[in-house]
């Protein structure tokens, strides 16, 4: 009531007043008078105001048309009646581990395309390889196109069995001589993104990599999978030891040279 403290119901225990004010003390303060009722509808509503308003049409119209006059390659973006837009987006694939696709399928025709028959639904035997690194796809999607789409998109071209759970798309961004890499969220729309950068690429860029999220889910992953990644390791731990070995080998070399010629020199 006087100095107009708040907190939560549940922080009550933790706070100690010290009120200076002449004539009071902390003993005469009301501790219900200090506490913010919970889910205050105060703060509901400031937290909902600070959200940013959509943009209406006429703004979307008018950064799309900003936009394409920045385009050179023809990859323009459109307007549709209903306030949605279409564009392009360029994805680069840097995944450093295998990916599972149908064994021995055959590549997709145009057929397939046209019918969207989904070949890596008519096999069930798998194997695993590596996809180019730096391989990049374009795609054209929608301004109601989310983070998740975009994924299971991705992993339906090229033909991925794997869960779309194990990947993410990161907007990478270069700023001050550096890059700078952030994870979108499922929920996020790439195009909108692509519209407020602009076309250059190396102002903003999409990159598809493995969902480093610090846990591993490893019962996303198959026993095959599993067992690929346990020869991985093996093969990179020898690597590794090999390296060392090798490195100690010629430091010893170097060593015993030097001995070899410092022989009979004095100090």
Known sequence: ADCRYTCHQECRSLIQLDCRRPGQCQSQLSPESTLLPPCSQNVTQTVEEEKPEPPTIQEIKQKIEKYNAKVTNCLLMKLNDDGTYTGFIKVHLKLRRPVTVPAGIRPQSIYDALKEVNLADMTAKRTSFYLPLDAIKQLHISSTTTVSEVIQGLLKKFMV????????????????????????????????????????????????????????EWDAFSIPELQNFLMILDKEEKDKIQQVHRKYERFKQRLQQTLKEAKGKPG
Do not use: C, H, I, W
């Not at 270069?174 to 929920?187: E, I, N, S, Y």
């Not at 407020?196 to 999409?206: E, H, K, Q, R």
């Open 161 to 216: 069995v794997d869960n779309p759970q194990k990947f993410a798309l990161f907007k990478e961004m270069r700023k001050d001589g550096q890059v700078l890499f952030q994870k979108l969220p499922l929920t996020e729309y790439p195009l909108y993104l692509r519209l407020l950068a602009g076309p250059d690429t190396d102002v903003l860029s999409f990159v598809l990599k493995e969902n480093e999220t610090g846990e591993v």
